[in-house]
């Protein structure tokens, strides 16, 4: 079973509006963290928000904000007032699974492609 | 403040080569990740050192090694280069994992194209 799901291979946005990526998760851990992050085509991977599995309270960073649904295991991320500059790929990916030495992997998604239409 | 750097920013290898990758972890990080992100795919965990030790591994080969050395910073080598070895490979340098849960902050990743 795939640990990340982005069901979203690409999505458009008109300029100012607000757009949701999905993400789904399936882990078997009570202890687990849930990222964000942004590549643009230049490749670089820039960290947006976090969300741990026991905070009550969506996250929330500027324009980005996370919707938080723990009994479905969801971790949508949200994108108010977009801009032509948010075009990219966005990746949801989670840490979980600590090992006997407590090391944790993070496992990505294969992301959804952005495009901010003007 | 420095950021994770990478090197080389890209590198064209044949088959059956092998290859070195180096990365520098941003100033006050201790731990770094390598990851390989195939084209239109999302990031796969190659690795983790800290304190120069291999602490964790994802589904990879023997083929991938890595080291660590005492100022933190990386490398990442691959033996007997495949076709499929094609990739961005990206390093990732956070803070020890049990000190609460830090983001791993990327560098811009090296892009490996094997002929």
């Known amino acids: 079973a795939q640990k990340i799901t982005q069901t979203q291979p690409g999505m458009f946005v008109q300029e100012k509006e607000a757009v949701t990526l999905d993400c789904t998760y399936d882990?078997?851990?009570?202890?687990?963290?849930l990222f964000w992050y942004k590549q643009p085509s230049s490749g670089e991977m820039i960290f947006l928000i976090y969300?741990?599995?026991?905070?009550?309270q969506n996250a929330t960073e500027g324009r980005y904000s996370l919707n938080f649904q723990k009994a479905r295991k969801s971790a949508n991320l949200v994108i108010s007032a977009s801009q032509l500059g948010d075009s990219a790929m966005y990746f949801c990916?989670?840490?979980?699974?600590?090992?006997?030495?407590?090391?944790?992997?993070?496992?990505f998604g294969i992301g959804t492609k952005l495009q901010v239409i003007p | 403040d420095a950021g994770v750097t990478q090197s080389p920013t890209h590198l064209i290898k044949t088959r059956g080569q092998q290859v070195t990758l180096r990365c520098s972890p941003k100033s006050g990080h201790d731990t770094v990740s390598w990851y390989q992100q195939a084209l239109g795919q999302g990031p796969q965990f190659i690795f983790q050192?800290?304190?120069?030790?291999?602490?964790q591994r994802g589904n990879f080969p023997d083929r991938f090694s890595g080291h660590q050395f005492p100022n933190y910073s990386s490398e990442l080598n691959v033996n007997a280069l495949l076709l499929g070895d094609s990739a961005l490979y990206l390093c990732?340098?956070?803070?020890?994992?049990?000190?609460?849960?830090?983001?791993?902050?990327f560098g811009d990743g090296t892009r490996l194209s094997i002929l």
């Open positions: 990732a340098s956070s803070l020890f994992p049990g000190t609460g849960d830090q983001p791993q902050h």
């Open positions: 050192y800290y304190e120069e030790e291999e602490r």
């Open positions: 990916a989670m840490r979980e699974g600590r090992n006997s030495g407590g090391y944790q992997k993070v496992t």
């Open positions: 882990t078997s851990d009570q202890s687990y963290g």
């Open positions: 969300q741990g599995s026991y905070d009550e």
